[in-house]
């Protein structure tokens, strides 16, 4: 598949190493990095971002930089200035966002890793919609430096490949304090599950299956965060200047979103905090006795085009945007086909600090779902 709307720049000369997409809300010295934007069309970092100098000194190479969602704010990767990333699965379906030219580049073959940024959903959704595998680090685990922000005490970076293993791999390369371990059999994992009755019913069945390859599982009713107001206000501060400035040239969906998220108050920002350190304690509390939950990544397939991030937003991050805002490693990886043929995904999810738990029962679950 040709590499239009996935890459926005790549280097003169190829290197030698493991090919690497990288997606272009990261800096790379002397290549081009747009972070999604018009404003940054033109932009030359003079530095790289923490994440991709560990990459490449690690054995990898960067191949390209990967179109996103403007400024990563959106999960569809439909772009107003450089075009919609393709599917590489299904012509017409988004590749999910933002990461979605990160995960369209290995589900095209074009890259054998890439790295991706997720503070809502962004390396899980589009790895879901693509039939990829991504893992949303523990917060903080992965640095950020060099990495535009969107929501700070959301944003992670992160690994995708298509395998669990090679996403392992990637996070022992850019995570300095990872370390992988293996378990022995599922068997040893503990898991509760949920979120299945709000999910299509193909995608439903095919991680209930994947459940089952869990001998000690139980059924959880896992709440939802009410966080919005802290993620839009950390959004708005991000953007509050350069928005002011240049506002002309953000795209239309995103010029929406940024206008509420400078109307949020201050009054609602605080009633989030309390939220979030309540659900925090909360969601402690149910996974007692457990090892790891286990969620689809997403509801559904992925969707048409054309329907827009603001119609899909809220539904495509159900249940990924918990997890950024616990702060908890989460994986996506693929669960076999559902509606229309479509990849479904299953989402592992562990305590802080769980990654290498999360990516040794992920491989021991890839091998079984095979």
Same mark, same amino acid.
């Given at each position: !598949?040709?590499?239009?709307?996935?890459?926005?720049?790549?280097?003169? *000369?190829?290197?030698?190493?493991?090919?690497?997409?990288?997606?272009?809300?990261?800096?790379?010295?002397?290549?081009?990095?747009?972070?999604?934007?018009?404003?940054?069309?033109?932009?030359?970092?003079?530095?790289?971002?923490?994440?991709?100098?560990?990459?490449?000194?690690?054995?990898?190479?960067?191949?390209?930089?990967?179109?996103?969602?403007?400024?990563?704010?959106?999960?569809? /990767?439909?772009?107003?200035?450089?075009?919609?990333?393709?599917?590489?699965?299904?012509?017409?379906?988004?590749?999910?966002?933002?990461?979605?030219?990160?995960?369209?580049?290995?589900?095209?073959?074009?890259?054998?890793?890439?790295?991706?940024?997720?503070?809502?959903? /962004?390396?899980?959704?589009?790895?879901?919609?693509?039939?990829?595998?991504?893992?949303?680090? $523990?917060?903080?685990? +992965?640095?950020?430096?060099?990495?535009?922000?969107?929501?700070?005490?959301?944003?992670?970076?992160?690994? !995708?490949?298509?395998?669990? $293993?090679?996403?392992?791999?990637?996070?022992?390369?850019?995570?300095?304090?990872?370390?992988?371990?293996? +378990?022995?059999?599922?068997?040893?994992?503990?898991?509760?599950?949920?979120?299945?009755?709000?999910?299509?019913?193909?995608?439903?069945?095919?991680?209930?299956?994947?459940?089952?390859?869990?001998?000690?599982?139980?059924?959880?009713?896992?709440?939802?965060?009410?966080?919005?107001?802290?993620? !839009?206000?950390?959004?708005?501060?991000?953007?509050?200047?350069?928005?002011?400035?240049?506002? *002309?040239?953000?795209?239309?969906?995103?010029?929406?979103?940024?206008?509420?998220?400078?109307?949020?108050?201050?009054?609602?920002?605080?009633?989030?905090?309390?939220?979030?350190?309540?659900?925090?304690?909360?969601?402690?509390?149910?996974?007692?006795?457990?090892?790891?939950?286990?969620?689809?990544?997403?509801?559904?397939?992925?969707?048409?085009?054309?329907?827009?991030?603001?119609?899909?937003?809220?539904?495509?991050?159900?249940?990924?945007?918990?997890?950024?805002?616990?702060?908890?490693?989460?994986?996506?990886?693929?669960?076999?086909?559902?509606?229309?043929?479509?990849?479904?995904?299953?989402?592992? +999810?562990?305590?802080?600090?769980?990654?290498?738990?999360?990516?040794?029962?992920? $491989?021991?679950?890839?091998?079984?779902?095979?």
């Amino acid at each position: !598949m040709a590499a239009d709307g996935i890459f926005l720049a790549t280097p003169p *000369e190829a290197g030698d190493g493991i090919r690497l997409a990288v997606k272009d809300l990261l800096d790379t010295a002397g290549l081009t990095t747009t972070y999604g934007s018009a404003i940054f069309a033109e932009h030359v970092p003079a530095t790289t971002a923490e994440s991709v100098r560990l990459a490449e000194a690690g054995g990898y190479s960067n191949v390209g930089k990967t179109n996103l969602h403007e400024f990563a704010y959106g999960v569809t /990767s439909e772009n107003a200035h450089y075009g919609t990333v393709p599917n590489p699965l299904a012509r017409g379906r988004i590749a999910g966002g933002s990461s979605g030219g990160s995960a369209a580049a290995l589900a095209a073959g074009l890259a054998d890793a890439a790295l991706g940024t997720d503070s809502g959903g /962004s390396i899980r959704i589009p790895a879901a919609c693509c039939g990829v595998v991504g893992l949303k680090p $523990t917060f903080d685990l +992965v640095s950020t430096a060099g990495c535009f922000p969107l929501a700070p005490s959301f944003d992670h970076v992160g690994p !995708m490949a298509r395998t669990v $293993t090679e996403c392992a791999a990637l996070l022992e390369a850019i995570a300095t304090e990872f370390k992988a371990e293996e +378990v022995g059999s599922l068997e040893e994992v503990a898991v509760g599950v949920a979120w299945l009755e709000d999910a299509d019913p193909l995608v439903a069945d095919r991680v209930a299956a994947a459940a089952a390859r869990f001998p000690r599982c139980r059924v959880l009713e896992w709440p939802q965060p009410e966080i919005g107001a802290l993620f !839009m206000r950390e959004v708005a501060d991000v953007h509050r200047e350069l928005y002011a400035e240049q506002a *002309e040239l953000y795209g239309e969906e995103i010029a929406v979103k940024i206008e509420r998220c400078l109307a949020v108050s201050d009054a609602e920002v605080a009633r989030a905090e309390r939220a979030r350190a309540e659900y925090s304690d909360r969601c402690l509390e149910l996974l007692e006795g457990l090892d790891l939950l286990l969620t689809p990544t997403l509801a559904c397939v992925a969707p048409p085009t054309g329907i827009g991030d603001l119609a899909l937003r809220e539904r495509l991050i159900a249940n990924t945007l918990p997890f950024n805002t616990l702060g908890w490693p989460a994986l996506a990886l693929p669960a076999g086909p559902a509606e229309d043929g479509l990849p479904s995904s299953v989402q592992l +999810v562990g305590r802080r600090g769980a990654d290498a738990l999360v990516l040794a029962a992920g $491989t021991r679950l890839a091998d079984a779902l095979a």
